[in-house]
């Protein structure tokens, strides 16, 4: 066995405080934690518009489709993402002096009202580009003369 001597006890008693200190730094350098912050996110200041931008002949019974097709005012400063474009008819609006009778929605047919778009608006006038509905007058069997020089009113409503 070793004899216990004053010189071993020392050497003993520094290697217990090596171990202390090294332990005490593991112990620092190991250290968790946690926190938090805040990020805040923009809100778009408007509303896309929708411009229809085609011109479109006057219909009349027996005419052809005509394309629908516009683009977007964006003042919102930032890319805004359009999915689809709905377009309908809100109303009609009979002309001044037209014969008696009924002009509504049910005399013209519009086909493909949703228009894929799906892609992002940049900031700024006139941007980007929908088109794909059609519009046509609906030739019914009665007389339509009540819908002699009519406005057709559409409505567009942008979904994101």
Same mark, same amino acid.
């Given at each position: 066995m070793l004899k216990f001597?004053?010189?071993r006890g020392f050497v003993l008693l520094g290697v217990?405080?090596?171990l202390v200190v090294a332990g005490a730094a593991i112990a620092?350098? @190991? *250290?968790?934690?946690?926190?938090?912050g805040t990020a805040d996110t923009a809100?778009?200041?408007g509303q896309l518009t929708v411009n229809q931008t085609g011109s479109l @002949? *006057?219909?009349y019974p027996g005419d052809s489709a005509q394309t629908l097709s516009g683009t977007f005012d964006n003042p919102t400063g930032a890319n805004v993402h359009v999915d689809t474009v709905t377009a309908s008819i809100e109303s009609v609006t009979k002309a001044g002096g037209a014969p008696a009778g009924t002009c509504d929605d049910t005399d013209y047919a519009l086909s493909s009202p949703i228009m894929t778009v799906n892609a992002d608006v940049p900031a700024g006038n006139g941007k980007g580009n929908w088109t794909g509905a059609k519009i046509q007058f609906n030739n019914k069997a009665g007389n339509q003369d009540?819908?002699?020089g009519a406005t057709v009113n559409l409505h567009y409503v942008v979904s994101p």
């Open positions: 001597t004053k010189r217990i405080a090596a620092y350098w @190991t *250290a968790g934690g946690s926190g938090n809100t778009p200041s @002949t *006057a219909m009540a819908c002699k």
